[in-house]
Structures are given as structure tokens and as C-alpha cells.
């Protein structure tokens, strides 16, 4: 409009005749908008307004190609916009995982039939024994360097319940039915039986009680790779996991009145002797290492999916102890043929001689790995609340059932008639073994996140 305003004049006056004579009419007035404030009487005109008016043929402005209307009023899809990082967070989650059973491969006792052959795979033993669902806590804490998230740090531990189970068989007061012990004599590999409870002659009990403790923490740099639309980060830090578990294995008997056992070298035992025979098995493993892991998460309004992936390696130190016990403590007379001595200790059980026991300890290369599918709601700017899956596997640990060799040195087991305290005779059965296997924790993760 302005420059219509001052080219139209200049146009007219250099066409305009030079006549002196004659008049020349007065050119027609153009109205001159004003740039950068309102028209006088009215707002100011649109620049598609200004044109259509300079040049009447050109199309509205809905009509113009290429020019995207927006209504009044309209915004931005936001839905899947990344919310901003915060400073520090706090997260407390609820843990319910099942783990792995644990292996005991060898029958720890068996009923006895007439054929005088027990029957497999056995009451206890020869099969997985599990443990019921452990439940815990772990706490995550961590915040950012900077507002963009290019630089943080975060640390967490978890730590499950202790669990104990106890399994048993056990006759009843006249002996019944008839329990045994199998193992594999060292000398020739046959198969030796040692009595838990025999019919008329010895009441007897044998339980297996297994327990466990799990706990482990990690800290790491987190480094942002992407921000736009969702987020990506990369992981790099320590982890710690730590691994406790025990085997019990606890045989009680007691010869009925009037009837006789054979002890062996002890001679017979009469009626009313008791005795006990414990073997323990308690294992250890505890890994100290590195692990590196990526975090994507992707959002829609206040909800948001976040999927974790992390492995790792490092130093497992595995220990295995094995400690064993015989106590055989007699009535008057429960000790006919002998001497009338009081009793009888040996540091011998039936699966722990001299051979295995004591404690030993190796370090082993381990790795690790973890994968979490977390899904999350943002109920307020500063809390939100998750669930979601997790599985951790850790590989070549060793478990109490794994430690229990079945072959022994017969002649070093009490009660038993082979048996010769002192100095081994024969094969150094059982051996420490240190057979491993895998542990794979997985299950629900319940939390809740406070942020700032």
C-alpha cells in the first residue's frame, strides 16, 4: 500500500504532457496504509488483505497454495513430547522373583522294600529343589549434571528375604516303613545302604532344611544419546551380587527296646541308644565386576514404557565349606560289646569325611546379564509409579546340592561295619567338587519414583 501510495504519483506525473496551455486534472488520491501500527478507525488490514486490494484478481487467502491455515486456538501434538529430566530421584520398588531350583542330584533317602533294592529317584533328593517365591526391596537413587540429561549418576541394591524350607521322612514308633541311605561304596562303585529306620528295631528321622540369601548393588554413569521424541542411555559402571545358601542334612535315631543294631566297630548298639549324624553343606559366591547397558524409554501423555538391557563381567570368589559330625550317646547297657564306654563323637557324617571337609575357596570368571520391561504413570509432577518384569542370570555359581558327591569311602562312615576311624584306607572319597550352575531371578518389580 505504501509503495503503491508513492509510485502511482510518479507515474502519472512522468507521463502527464509537458502543455503548458492546458490543465492537467488533478491524479486520483490513493489512501496510503501506515506500516507498524493500526489504521486510524480500524485495525490494521492483513498482508493478504493489502494485496487483494492492489491487485483485486488474486485469491483469497484460504485460497492461496501452499500456505497452511491453522485455526484459532490449535497446539502442537504433545503427546509423545520427552517431559523434562529431573535433578535427583528416589525409587522404592517391591521385588517378588522366583529363582532357579537349586540341584541336589544324589537320593539323600529312600524307602526300602522287600527286595531289598530302594526304590528312586528317592524322598528326598535325586531331583530340583525349589524354594518358594522370595520377595525383597531394592532402591534406586541417581540425578542429572545438567538440565539436557547429557551426564548423570545412579546407584542401587537390592536385598530378598531370607528363605528356609525344610523337607524329612520318617517312620513311625515301631520303625515303619523302612528308610535308608544309598551311597557308592569308593572301593568297587556298589551301591552301600546305611538305615534310617528299620522295622522292629530302629525309629528314625532324616531332614533336609536348604536356606538362601541374594542381595546385590550397582552404581553407574548414565550418558543421554537421544532426547528427541523418547529417550536413549547408555550405562557403564560396578556390580556387586552376592550369594549365600546352606544344606542341612540331619539323620536321628534311636534303637527300640530290647532290640539290637549293629554299630559297626562300636559293636552292637542295645536298646535305647541314639545317635545323630549331620552333614552341612554351605556355599558362597560373591562377584565383583563391570557392566555397561542401554535404557530406552518412550512416552505418551503421562504414561511411559522404559526398557533396560545390561551385561556384565567379572571376578566370582566361590567358596564351598563342608563340615560332618557322628554322636552316638547310649542308655545303660546300649553299649553291650563296647567296654560300657559313654559314648562315641567322630568330626565323620555320611557325606563329609576327612576327604571334602574344611572349607575351600577358587576365583572364577563370571558373567552376567539383566533385562527389565518397566512400564510407568506420571500421577503428579513429582511422583510416579511402576511396574513391570525383570530377569537376572548369573552364570557358574555354586550351590550346596552340587557339592555332594555321592561316592564315598565307606570305611570312614560311623556305624557303618566297614568303618575304620584314623587314617583313610582306600580312595579319597567324597571330593570337593565345585560343580557349578547357572542362577537365573526373575519376576515382578512394583515401585514407586519421587523426583525433583
Known amino acids: 500500500g505504501f509503495l503503491m501510495g508513492v509510485v502511482v504519483p510518479l507515474s502519472l506525473a512522468a507521463v502527464a504532457p509537458a502543455q503548458t496551455e492546458e490543465l492537467v486534472p488533478p491524479p486520483t488520491p490513493v489512501t496510503v496504509h501506515s506500516v507498524g501500527g493500526p489504521m486510524p478507525g480500524g485495525p490494521m488490514p492483513s498482508v493478504s488483505e493489502l494485496a487483494h486490494e492492489v491487485n483485486p484478481g488474486l485469491p483469497p487467502e484460504s485460497e492461496v497454495v501452499g500456505l497452511p491455515q491453522m485455526e484459532p486456538g490449535h497446539k502442537p501434538d504433545e503427546s509423545h513430547k520427552v517431559p523434562p529430566l529431573p535433578c535427583v530421584f528416589a525409587e522404592a520398588d517391591w521385588i517378588y522373583w522366583w529363582l532357579s531350583s537349586a540341584r541336589v542330584p544324589v537320593p539323600l533317602v529312600a524307602f526300602l522294600p522287600p527286595g531289598n533294592q530302594p526304590e528312586a529317584p528317592g524322598i528326598l533328593g535325586g531331583n530340583p529343589a525349589g524354594f518358594d517365591v522370595f520377595s525383597g526391596a531394592r532402591l534406586r537413587v541417581g540425578g542429572w549434571f545438567d538440565p539436557e540429561g547429557d551426564w548423570g549418576v545412579e546407584g542401587s541394591g537390592f536385598l530378598l528375604a531370607r528363605q528356609q524350607r525344610t523337607l524329612g521322612a520318617l517312620s513311625d514308633s515301631g520303625g515303619n516303613p523302612s528308610l535308608v541311605r544309598p551311597f557308592l561304596d569308593a572301593s568297587d ?15 528314625g528321622t532324616l531332614t533336609a532344611t536348604a536356606a538362601l540369601n541374594y542381595e546385590g548393588a550397582e552404581a553407574n554413569v548414565v550418558a543421554g544419546l537421544v532426547r528427541q521424541g523418547w529417550r536413549l542411555d547408555a550405562l557403564a559402571g560396578y556390580r556387586f551380587l552376592d ?210
Do not use: M
Open 189 to 203: 562303585l556298589q551301591t552301600v545302604l546305611v538305615p534310617v529306620s528299620v522295622p522292629g528295631v530302629l525309629v
Open 243 to 452: 550369594l549365600r545358601e546352606s544344606l542341612n542334612i540331619l539323620q536321628q535315631g534311636q534303637v527300640l527296646p530290647g532290640a539290637v543294631l549293629d554299630g559297626g566297630p562300636l559293636g552292637p548298639l542295645g536298646g535305647g541308644t541314639s545317635f545323630l549324624i549331620g552333614d552341612r553343606f554351605h556355599t558362597t559366591n560373591e562377584f565383583n565386576g563391570c557392566q555397561v547397558g542401554l535404557r530406552a524409554q518412550c512416552f505418551y501423555q503421562a504414561v511411559d514404557l522404559q526398557l533396560v538391557g545390561k551385561i556384565g563381567v567379572g571376578d566370582n570368589r566361590q567358596e564351598v565349606q563342608a563340615v560332618g559330625a557322628t554322636f552316638v550317646t547310649p542308655t545303660p547297657g546300649g553299649l553291650a560289646a563296647a567296654g560300657g564306654q559313654a559314648g562315641f563323637t567322630s568330626a565323620n557324617g555320611l557325606l563329609v569325611q576327612p576327604s571334602n571337609a574344611g572349607t575351600f575357596g577358587r576365583d572364577r570368571a563370571s558373567l552376567i546379564s539383566e533385562i527389565a520391561l518397566i512400564g510407568g504413570a506420571q500421577v503428579t509432577p513429582h511422583v510416579r509409579l511402576t511396574v513391570g518384569y525383570s530377569a537376572l542370570y548369573w552364570g557358574g555359581v555354586v550351590r550346596p546340592g552340587d557339592q555332594i558327591d555321592p561316592v564315598i569311602n565307606s570305611s570312614q562312615v560311623p556305624l557303618n561295619p566297614a568303618f575304620r576311624p584314623g587314617a583313610v584306607q582306600g580312595p579319597a572319597r567324597p571330593a570337593t567338587l565345585f560343580r557349578t550352575s547357572d542362577l537365573w531371578a526373575q519376576g515382578l518389580v512394583l515401585g514407586v519414583e519421587l523426583s525433583y
